[in-house]
């Protein structure tokens, strides 16, 4: 698998080209958008701040994103297996067709839109800091006063 990674890189372009990677791994990069991603099958962004749009991953079967507090949208993720969201802003889920498993701790927001996941096998939600709703239309949770959802059979 053909990777980089990439750590505190400073702005030298609005967007960075990282073109015909597999695996991307940024660490503390400031940018505004990466290019074309249509290889990615595997994205790691950590406190990428100033990052505010992703491309299209249509293969992107791995997403992790933490502490990136400007990106509040996810593109289409229609062979996403896991994602991992910490620390942001994101307050929609796209459909995760494909989604093994979903881990999602410390989103602030209004709400937080879940889609469908009829193939995920463990959901994982902590310490959600949401002014209003929680919304998983396939799932039955069971939720604490910190804001802990677990998923239940039901």
Do not use: W
Request: charged fraction near 25%; glycine fraction near 2%.
């Amino acid at each position: 698998m053909l990777s980089i990674t990439l750590e505190n890189l400073k702005r030298t372009e609005q967007i960075l080209r990282v073109n015909g990677f597999e695996k991307i791994v940024l660490r503390n990069c400031d940018i505004q958008t990466i290019s074309s991603l249509d290889a990615c099958k595997e994205l790691h962004l950590h406190k990428c701040r100033s990052l505010e749009f992703l491309p299209p991953l249509p293969n992107c079967e791995k997403l992790t994103i933490d502490m990136c507090f400007n990106l509040k949208t996810l593109p289409e993720l229609p062979k996403c297996r896991f994602l991992t969201l910490s620390l942001t802003d994101i307050e929609k889920v796209p459909a995760l067709p494909h989604c093994k498993s979903l881990n999602i701790s410390h989103v602030k927001g209004e709400r937080m839109v879940l889609p469908d996941l009829p193939k995920c096998e463990k959901v994982v939600l902590y310490g959600l800091m949401l002014e209003k709703d929680l919304i998983m239309p396939s799932l039955q949770y069971e939720s604490d006063v910190a804001g802990t959802a677990e998923k239940r059979n039901a």
